[in-house]
């Protein structure tokens, strides 16, 4: 399944919503798609899955939503901590696949 | 808190094996809760899904990969291995170790080591 997030780059100021989009080539079963957050020279961080879980620790400014091929991750009001790269997981046919990420930068 | 760690060589020579060990502490392998994962990514790139091993041995690869690579792992040491041949300039990456779920499938990769940075290169 091939992965595809838009925007490629997203500049916005603090405080500010942030959308963000991966859309499938095929529908991924069970809705099994997650959102990861990666700051430079770090691990991924699991922020969502199964499209709208919070993961453990994860702030409710973070929400997903969507089904079927096409899923968003929205962040309400950005933090300083929040300007990351953002990538998305379809782990519900083999082999997993992630998006090429969505960069969201300062404006 | 179960944290993950990879080791390894950081230089590979094109032509030969790239070999990665990730130690797990603070939980067991053989819990049978999760699978143990591979994840890489080339610089300035984004995430390739390697393949992932259940502390039985059984072990699942990404069909782009399968040819070259084995996940393995050893319960006494409560770590895992990649090995992965043939390497090639295109091989070079950061190598992530993670563990994603087996009893609770809806869980993805959300413990990572931090990563491990491999070049191949003569």
């Known amino acids: 399944i091939v992965l595809t997030q838009s925007p490629g780059t997203l500049s916005l100021s603090p405080g500010q919503r942030a959308t963000l989009s991966c859309r499938a080539s095929?529908?991924?079963?069970?809705?099994?798609l997650a959102w990861y957050q990666q700051k430079p020279g770090q691990a991924p961080r699991l922020l969502i899955y199964v499209a709208s879980r919070r993961a453990t620790g994860i702030p409710d400014r973070f929400s997903g939503s969507g089904s079927g091929t096409d899923f968003t991750l929205t962040i309400s009001r950005l933090e300083p901590e929040d300007f990351a790269v953002y990538f998305c997981q379809q782990y519900g046919i083999s082999p997993w696949t992630f998006g090429q990420g969505t960069k969201v930068e300062i404006k | 808190q179960v944290q993950l760690q990879e080791s390894g060589p950081g230089l590979v020579k094109p032509s030969q094996t790239l070999s990665l060990t990730c130690n797990v502490s603070?939980?067991?392998?053989?819990?049978?809760?999760?699978?143990w994962t591979w994840i890489r990514q080339p610089p300035g790139k984004g995430l390739e899904w390697i393949g992932y091993?259940?502390?039985?041995?059984?072990?699942y690869y990404n069909p782009a990969l399968k040819s070259r690579v084995t996940i393995s792992v050893d319960t006494s040491t409560n770590q895992f291995s990649l090995k992965m041949n043939s390497v090639s300039a295109a091989d070079t990456a950061v190598y992530y170790c993670?563990?994603?779920?087996?009893?609770?499938?809806?869980?993805?990769?959300?413990?990572w080591g931090q990563g491990t940075m491999v070049t191949v290169s003569s």
């Open positions: 091993v259940y502390y039985s041995g059984i072990a």
């Open positions: 993670a563990r994603e779920g087996y009893l609770d499938p809806s869980l993805p990769s959300d413990v």
């Open positions: 095929q529908s991924i079963s069970s809705n099994y």
């Open positions: 603070g939980g067991s392998i053989n819990s049978g809760d999760y699978y």
